[in-house]
């Protein structure tokens, strides 16, 4: 068979295209949005994708099916429990779709990360065993699918984690320990809470190192895979949503995104309510900035961060380096932040000469923050990592308020102190920064974070 995986770094999500080398006909499982990536692996192979396929409603991306479907007419899949505005070819339970002689796919429907939940056997030619599984969701290397994200639609977190036990038991464990395990993410998604990094693992393997997959009854199971888990970003119910809907495809939500912005009429906005987003770098941004401004840099899980830290709903109005628009643009389409305003036209250097419009945020190395904590004023230090991060070493006496609650709980932010701000390796503090300087607070970014504060 054709086999392709595409992984998408800034989502950590992980897609697949498989094919028959002798049909050449083509399935694309769980693609992102931005599918020309597909288009020109199927056009390399002299491939012709007829049918692309999700293994659940995702929460953290927004799909690429209409999209392909747009693109290639390929027919839209889901589980047979999936209800969608769009037209779809159910896969029930045991239900083959054959791409040829030499590939076919057998549906798993395996409830508990969502209630539609399936994963995919791959047979190759004639062979009884299955070579390999892709697991979505449900199955991860190192996790499981978190069973907590369908609270909002009325699914207890408790319920789903015994569905998901019942979909390991019953239908992942009982395959041979040869089976490859392909799963929907790696390390870095907020769908589990251990991800791997690795990219494919035997089912034997994780049968004896992944914690959720051990002997244990269905009680101990749903306790040890319902706790520990952080709030999942905002932004997740508003994907699932538009997952399940028909939308504007990313083109055309491109097309109204890429609207050069003077400074006015980015002033203007932001008095509207617009959101401003700089997507430069975490020390371009230190150094000169809009004044209310949000900064998620693109060298980062830009996308991610962006479903956490703003809001879906209202419109962005984008500062980047000039030449970045686009990706920037793009990469927010990837998780259905389609409402963009425009581009400030020249980037952040419009905004020279104009100091009523601008600010800037001090980074300060660990030495220089070692001497203001002896000095007779020391400022308060805000750790904004998470739980395991945090247990892995901390800055005594820091305040720990993890980025992902950080809009939520800034009441517990003293605003009469000064504050230094830190996370591991000085990423995430850059959006901290920037939000608590927003809500009006004094406040220094530690350069390199933790990690350079333990280095010493």
């Known amino acids: 068979m054709i ?9 950590a999500q992980a897609s697949y295209g498989l094919a ?16 020309e990536i597909y288009l020109e692996w199927a056009a390399e192979q002299g491939l012709t994708i007829k049918h692309v396929i999700l293994t659940h409603f995702h929460a953290d991306f927004l799909a690429g099916h209409l999209e392909l479907r747009a693109r290639t007419g390929a027919t839209i899949h889901l589980g047979s429990q999936a209800e969608t505005e769009y037209p779809t070819e159910p896969l029930a339970d045991g239900a083959s779709l054959e791409l040829g002689p030499g590939l076919r796919l057998q549906t798993l429907e395996t409830p508990g990360h969502t209630p539609e939940g399936i994963c995919l056997l791959v047979f190759e030619g004639q062979a009884p065993e299955p070579h390999a599984i892709l697991t979505g969701d449900t199955l991860f290397l190192g996790d499981v699918g978190r069973p907590d994200l369908m609270s909002a639609v009325g699914c207890t977190a408790e319920d789903l984690a015994g569905q998901l036990y019942d979909s390991l038991h019953e239908k992942i464990l009982p395959l041979p320990d040869a089976t490859i395990v392909y799963p929907g993410h790696g390390a870095g998604s907020s769908c589990g809470k251990t991800l791997s990094s690795a990219a494919s693992a035997p089912l034997g393997e994780e049968r004896a190192s992944n914690y959720a997959l051990q002997p244990m009854t269905k ?12 709030k999942p970003p905002a932004y997740f119910a508003h994907d699932a949503r538009l997952n399940k809907i028909e939308r504007p495809t990313l083109d055309e939500a491109l097309e109204a995104a890429l609207r050069p912005l003077s400074c006015e009429e980015l002033v203007r906005l932001k008095n509207q309510g617009v959101q401003v987003l700089d997507a430069r770098d975490p020390e371009d941004y230190a150094a000169f900035h809009f004044r209310g401004s949000v900064n998620v840099g693109l060298g980062g899980k830009y996308a991610s961060w962006c479903g956490v830290v703003l809001t879906p709903t209202r419109p962005i109005a984008l500062i980047v380096a000039p030449g970045r628009e686009r990706e920037a643009a793009l990469r927010l389409g990837r998780i259905g932040f389609d409402s963009i305003s425009g581009y400030l036209e020249g980037g952040a250097e419009a905004l020279r000469g104009q100091p009523e419009l601008t600010n800037r945020i001090e980074r300060i190395d660990p030495q220089e923050l070692r001497a203001r904590l002896a000095s007779e004023t020391p400022p308060r230090l805000l750790d904004v990592r998470g739980p395991g991060e945090v247990a892995a070493g901390a800055i005594e006496g820091s305040l720990r308020i993890c980025l992902t609650g950080l809009s939520e709980r800034l009441d517990e932010v003293d ?9 591991q390796g000085g990423y995430r503090s850059a959006i901290a920064a920037s939000l608590l300087e927003g809500a009006g607070l004094q406040v220094t970014d530690l350069r390199g974070g933790y990690r350079a504060w333990a280095a010493g």
Do not use: M, N, S
């Not at 009680?219 to 952080?230: C, I, L, N, P, R």
């Open 415 to 423: 605003r009469d102190a000064t504050w230094v701000v830190h996370c």
């Open 3 to 11: 086999f392709e995986r595409f992984y998408t770094d800034c989502l």
């Open 20 to 35: 028959d080398p002798e049909t050449k006909v083509a399935a694309i499982v769980d693609p992102r949005r931005d599918v």
């Open 219 to 230: 009680a101990e199971f749903v306790q040890k895979v319902t706790e520990g888990q952080g």
